[in-house]
T-cell receptor, first 111, second 111 residues
Framework: DAKTTQPNSMESNEEEPVHLPCNHS???????IHWYRQLPSQGPEYVIH???SNVNNRMASLAIAEDRKSSTLILHRATLRDAAVYYC????????????FGQGTRLTINP | NAGVTQTPKFRVLKTGQSMTLLCAQD?????MYWYRQDPGMGLRLIHY???????AKGEVPDGYNVSRLKKQNFLLGLESAAPSQTSVYFC??????????FGAGTRLSVL
């Protein structure tokens, strides 16, 4: 499975945008980029995923570099509820149907 | 609609005891997964299943067995519990492997 690299922790202020980076230099052509987040004492929840083009949904935006070796999860206006661990995961749609989580980025939101 | 239900929520075992964790989903999902999460760490995939009657090994399968006799249930067994298996166990299910729905977790302590 291709690996991802994320900062261990980040901090931001409430109502400001947050940009969470992810490096995946060994990504293959069939790897989709998935983001999940885990709120305190809960199981992870799906945030967004994409292949090549930037993606938007009600929770966040995903910006994918042209060479696909990095991506950025964007929370447009962070709230205290967005404090969580964010996981960037590569999933090979041509291979086994599994998601392998890394260490993630712990996001702290200051009031 | 209960989603993904894990039983039990908490358990304390002595070294060498056995137990079975039950995961039940009511969304008619094909894929089911068992992860473990150690304190301050990301999730690690133990075993997974892509359909009734099938199972496959994940990243850390040693010391665990699984069964998927019914589509809605995925059982995780510990034959002889060890302190190293103290962790929070999460079950997840998915229709296509894209959107994973996680349960609330089972906290297991092995003394």
């Amino acid at each position: 499975d291709a690996k991802t690299t994320q900062p261990n922790s980040m901090e931001s202020n409430e109502e400001e945008p947050v940009h969470l980076p992810c490096n995946h230099s060994t990504i293959s052509g069939t790897d989709y980029i998935h983001w999940y987040r885990q709120l305190p004492s809960q199981g992870p929840e799906y945030v967004i995923h994409g292949l090549t083009s930037n993606v938007n949904n009600r929770m966040a935006s995903l910006a994918i570099a042209e060479d696909r070796k990095s991506s950025t999860l964007i929370l447009h206006r962070a709230t205290l509820r967005d404090a969580a661990v964010y996981y960037c995961i590569l999933r090979d749609y041509g291979g086994a149907q599994k998601l392998v989580f890394g260490q993630g980025t712990r996001l702290t939101i200051n009031p | 609609n209960a989603g993904v239900t894990q039983t039990p929520k908490f358990r304390v075992l002595k070294t060498g005891q056995s137990m079975t964790l039950l995961c039940a989903q009511d969304m008619n999902h094909e894929y089911m997964y068992w992860y473990r999460q150690d304190p301050g760490m990301g999730l690690r995939l133990i075993h997974y299943s892509v359909g009734e009657g099938t199972t496959a090994k994940g990243e850390v399968p040693d010391g665990y067995n699984v069964s998927r006799l019914k589509k809605q249930n995925f059982l995780l067994g510990l034959e002889s519990a060890a302190p190293s298996q103290t962790s929070v166990y999460f079950c997840a299910s998915s229709y296509s492997g894209t959107y994973l729905y996680f349960g609330a977790g089972t906290r297991l302590s092995v003394l």
